[in-house]
C-alpha cells in the first residue's frame, strides 16, 4: 500500500471531536475568563485542516429553557440567590463524578445555550461543514450532559458512540471548550468505550489550572493522551507511541513516564533542566 493510501485509510479511522464552540462559552453568558474562547476557534480551524480526519463531530449544548442546571429554574428561594451561580472560573466549578448515581446539580449555572438562541449557535468563525455529524446534548431537562456520549447521570446515550461504530472509528481527538468540563467528559468516555483518546491541548483552553491538572491526571489513568496539533498528522500515520515519545517520568502531572510523554503546558513542563 502506497504511504498516501496508508494515510487516508488510518484517517478513515480517526475522528475529531470538537466540544461546544458556542457563543455563550466564548462571549455570553459563560464565557471563559479572558477571551480565551476565542483563540480556541481558529486553533479547531487548523486542526481541521491538519489531518485527513474520516468523521469531524461538532457538539453543542442544547438547552430547553426550564432546564435543572440553571439558576432561574431553582425550586427554593436560597438557590435562586445570586449566590447560589456558580461562575465558571470559580474553585467551586467542579462536575460531578460520571459515574454517580446522585441527581444532577440544580441551579448552579446562569442561562446558556437555550434552544435556537445566539448563545447556543456556533461561534460565527468556526469552520463547519454539511458533511459533519452533529451532536446535541443536555436537551433533557432534567438532566444535564457535559459529556458528548452520554449524560451525567448516565441515563441515556447520544447517538455518537453508534455512529463511530458504524464508521469503523478507532481513534478519537477531542478539542474544544472546555478542558476540565465537557472537553474532558468526552474524552474519559471514549477511553471508558474502548476508543484511543487524544485530547488536543493547544486547540482547547481551561477554565482554571487546577481543574484542568485534576482532570489531566485522571484522563492519563484512563489511557488518554496529549498532544499538539503539529503532531496529529504523524500520530494519525504512524500511531501515538512514535510520535509522543519523550520519556521524562517527572510529568508534573503526575504521568511518571506512563504513556512515554509530559506535558507541554506552561504550568506543566518537564522538569529536566531542558527548555
Same mark, same amino acid.
Given at each position: 500500500?502506497?504511504?498516501?493510501? %496508508?494515510? =487516508?485509510?488510518?484517517?478513515?479511522?480517526?475522528? =475529531?471531536?470538537?466540544?461546544?464552540?458556542?457563543?455563550?462559552?466564548?462571549?455570553?453568558?459563560?464565557?471563559?475568563?479572558?477571551?480565551?474562547?476565542?483563540?480556541?476557534?481558529?486553533?479547531?480551524?487548523?486542526?481541521?485542516?491538519?489531518?485527513?480526519?474520516?468523521?469531524?463531530?461538532?457538539?453543542?449544548?442544547?438547552?430547553?429553557?426550564?432546564?435543572?442546571?440553571?439558576?432561574?429554574?431553582?425550586?427554593?428561594?436560597?438557590?435562586?440567590?445570586?449566590?447560589?451561580?456558580?461562575?465558571?472560573?470559580?474553585?467551586?466549578?467542579?462536575?460531578?463524578?460520571?459515574?454517580?448515581?446522585?441527581?444532577?446539580?440544580?441551579?448552579? %449555572?446562569?442561562?446558556?445555550?437555550?434552544?435556537?438562541?445566539?448563545?447556543?449557535?456556533? %461561534?460565527?468563525?468556526?469552520? /463547519?461543514?454539511?458533511?459533519?455529524?452533529?451532536?446535541?446534548?443536555?436537551?433533557?431537562?432534567?438532566?444535564?450532559?457535559?459529556?458528548?456520549?452520554?449524560?451525567?447521570?448516565?441515563? *441515556?446515550?447520544?447517538?455518537?458512540?453508534?455512529?463511530?461504530?458504524?464508521?469503523?472509528?478507532?481513534?478519537?481527538?477531542?478539542?474544544?471548550?472546555?478542558?476540565?468540563?465537557?472537553?474532558?467528559?468526552?474524552?474519559?468516555?471514549?477511553?471508558?468505550?474502548?476508543?484511543? /483518546? %487524544?485530547?488536543?491541548?493547544?486547540?482547547?483552553?481551561?477554565? *482554571?489550572?487546577?481543574?484542568? =491538572?485534576?482532570?489531566?491526571?485522571?484522563?492519563?489513568?484512563?489511557?488518554?493522551?496529549?498532544?499538539?496539533?503539529?503532531?496529529?498528522?504523524?500520530?494519525?500515520?504512524?500511531?501515538?507511541?512514535?510520535?509522543?515519545?519523550?520519556?521524562?517520568?517527572?510529568?508534573?502531572?503526575?504521568?511518571?513516564?506512563?504513556?512515554?510523554?509530559?506535558?507541554? *503546558?506552561?504550568?506543566?513542563?518537564?522538569? /529536566?533542566?531542558?527548555?
Amino acid at each position: 500500500m502506497a504511504e498516501s493510501e %496508508h494515510v =487516508l485509510v488510518a484517517g478513515q479511522k480517526s475522528a =475529531l471531536i470538537i466540544v461546544d464552540v458556542q457563543n455563550d462559552f466564548i462571549s455570553g453568558s459563560l464565557a471563559v475568563p479572558d477571551g480565551r474562547g476565542r483563540d480556541v476557534v481558529q486553533a479547531c480551524n487548523r486542526l481541521r485542516h491538519c489531518a485527513p480526519f474520516g468523521t469531524i463531530v461538532v457538539t453543542k449544548d442544547w438547552h430547553p429553557r426550564e432546564h435543572i442546571s440553571f439558576v432561574d429554574n431553582a425550586t427554593d428561594s436560597e438557590a435562586k440567590s445570586t449566590s447560589a451561580i456558580i461562575p465558571i472560573d470559580s474553585p467551586d466549578h467542579k462536575p460531578k463524578d460520571s459515574t454517580s448515581n446522585s441527581s444532577s446539580a440544580t441551579g448552579c %449555572h446562569p442561562v446558556h445555550c437555550v434552544v435556537n438562541t445566539w448563545g447556543a449557535e456556533l %461561534h460565527k468563525d468556526l469552520e /463547519t461543514c454539511s458533511h459533519d455529524f452533529q451532536v446535541l446534548k443536555g436537551t433533557d431537562p432534567q438532566r444535564d450532559s457535559y459529556s458528548a456520549f452520554i449524560d451525567n447521570e448516565r441515563h *441515556t446515550p447520544t447517538a455518537l458512540d453508534s455512529e463511530l461504530r458504524q464508521r469503523g472509528v478507532t481513534d478519537v481527538y477531542v478539542c474544544g471548550l472546555v478542558y476540565e468540563i465537557c472537553v474532558g467528559w468526552t474524552a474519559r468516555d471514549a477511553a471508558r468505550l474502548g476508543y484511543r /483518546t %487524544h485530547i488536543v491541548d493547544d486547540a482547547t483552553c481551561c477554565v *482554571t489550572a487546577p481543574g484542568m =491538572l485534576s482532570m489531566k491526571k485522571e484522563l492519563i489513568e484512563r489511557g488518554v493522551y496529549s498532544l499538539k496539533t503539529d503532531q496529529v498528522k504523524a500520530c494519525i500515520e504512524r500511531g501515538v507511541k512514535d510520535v509522543v515519545n519523550m520519556n521524562c517520568g517527572q510529568c508534573s502531572a503526575g504521568c511518571q513516564g506512563k504513556h512515554g510523554f509530559c506535558f507541554s *503546558t506552561p504550568d506543566m513542563k518537564r522538569k /529536566t533542566g531542558k527548555p
